[in-house]
């Protein structure tokens, strides 16, 4: 067990603080042509134990930040639960969630814009015990002195505006003001990241100080990885408003199962020059979250995508599929997104219609097998006849496998860890091993 592992046991209790199962947060419709809404957090369960640290990584715009914000309640969830030491905070309005806002706070990413300019700094530290009547005027002032004592600022900052401040100092004051009204839970929205980084240190200190004094649990978000790495007890790796793997912070950097976690964490530069691991490149962009992949949100670009067995072609021969079928998708969305007038006025009919010439930028400097050449024919053909959606359907049936119509479960990988990838399945090869097979050297050991 390493040393990090046996500090994490020391400082939490095991107690489950919050439970979340099955959550959802959509964004409802909007922008020009209305449509679907933008499923931002799609179905998530995860425990944070309480007094621990739980860091949430992934891609920009994977949903981190919106998940932060449903669990305390600041978006409203779609569905599923989120259970607070026992009570589902979702069902709360009026009177009982202003009574449990207090439970939990948010810190935010940048302290030049989260504070009001023209409030000192002794009443933006206030504000919340104001509003939830805290206390005598008296009282509340004598709290702020002690918050600022605590946040390592100085009794005569009270008069102070927070321009006067440095990046560092300013977060010392949303912290303080996150912590006025004593919660047990506090989202810090990538707290150092508009910070220096030696100016990052004293603040991550600080963090961990007031957790230890006050028996804080932390749900930590962050893109930095060293960040999470040093001061997280467990991660979540995010992807598409989908966690896909929950664990103990060593345990997943060090061996990471799932091909998503080892993409992400394979694109962190090596401190040994010497060290082999290759970087896996993800091909492709992120799919939008208004239109998310039917079975696993990463089969799109998952380098280790389970393919049908009546299908024998070579690595190479795949990768273009996987290509072709990206095209594909990006052109049946454009589709739907744009109206019938609209499309006629832009001739996009026209445009949408040349799928030889897709056909044969993807293929034509590799041997097709006669039954890909079939299938891949054929979707240009509903192509030709202005379909995309015909030929993005029919390249799924054709060339798709589980990952592209069956969502994966949680596999327990080992202890105390999910990973959210049908590759663990008894029936198939793990992510690693199939990694490995293509050619991948991988970070495990
Ligand atoms: N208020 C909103 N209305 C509509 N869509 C939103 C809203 N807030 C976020 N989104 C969308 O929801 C998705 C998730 O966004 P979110 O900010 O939660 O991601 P994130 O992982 O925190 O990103 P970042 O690291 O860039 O902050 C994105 O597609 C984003 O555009």
Redesign the pocket.
Same mark, same amino acid.
């Given at each position: 067990m390493s040393e990090s592992i046996v500090d994490t046991v020391s400082h939490q209790t095991g107690e489950t603080l919050l439970d979340v199962q099955d959550l959802k947060t959509y964004?409802e419709g %909007?922008g020009l042509f209305g449509g679907d809404p933008?499923k931002?957090v799609d179905g998530v369960n995860f425990e944070i134990a309480r007094g621990e640290t739980f860091g949430l990584v992934?891609e920009? %715009?994977? %949903?981190? /930040? /919106?998940l932060g914000r449903t669990l305390i309640q600041l978006e409203t969830a779609t569905s599923g639960t989120v259970s607070f030491d026992g009570t589902d905070i979702t069902e709360l309005s009026g009177g009982d969630l202003k009574q449990w806002r207090r439970n939990a706070q948010m810190v935010f990413q940048d302290p030049e814009s989260s504070l009001n300019d023209r409030m000192t700094v002794g009443e933006i530290i206030r504000e919340p015990l104001d509003v939830h009547e805290q206390g005598t005027a008296r009282e509340r002032r004598e709290k702020v002195r002690t918050l600022l004592d605590e946040v390592g600022l100085m009794p005569e900052h009270y008069y102070r505006y927070p321009h006067q401040f440095s990046g560092g100092q300013r977060q010392r004051i949303g912290i303080a003001r996150a912590l006025a009204l004593e919660p047990e839970f506090v989202v810090l929205d990538e707290p150092v990241s508009a910070l220096d980084v030696s100016v990052q240190a004293q603040i991550l200190n600080l963090l961990e100080e007031l957790q230890e004094e006050f028996g804080l649990t932390y749900l930590f978000i962050a893109?930095d990885l060293s960040v999470v790495r040093h001061i997280c007890d467990r991660v979540g790796v995010m992807y598409l408003g989908n966690l896909m793997e929950v664990g103990p912070t060593e345990q997943l950097f060090q061996n990471p199962e799932n091909p998503y976690t080892r993409a992400l964490l394979s694109a962190i530069p090596e401190p040994d020059p010497t060290a082999q691991a290759d970087r896996i490149t993800l091909p492709g962009s992120p799919p939008s979250?208004r239109d998310p992949p039917e079975g696993c949100p990463f089969a799109t670009r998952c380098p280790v995508r389970i393919r049908p067995e009546d299908i024998d072609a070579s690595d190479e021969v795949w990768d273009r599929i996987r290509e072709f079928r990206d095209v594909i998708r990006e052109r049946s969305r454009a589709e739907q997104s744009i109206g019938e007038r609209l499309k006629e006025r832009l001739g996009f009919e026209t445009a949408l219609a040349d799928g030889d010439e897709i056909v044969d930028e993807e293929f034509s400097d590799v041997d097709l097998p006669p039954d890909v050449r079939e299938h891949v024919e054929q979707a240009v053909t509903y192509l030709s006849d202005g379909d995309p959606d015909a030929a993005r359907a029919y390249l799924k049936e054709a060339f798709g496998s589980r990952c592209d119509t069956e969502t994966p479960q949680y596999y327990d990988v080992d202890d105390r860890r999910t990973s959210f990838c049908h590759r663990h399945a008894t029936d198939h090869d793990a992510p690693g091993e199939e990694l490995r097979r293509r050619g991948y050297d991988t970070h495990d050991g």
């Open positions: 964004y %909007g933008v931002a992934g920009s %715009g994977c %949903g981190k /930040t /919106t893109h979250p």
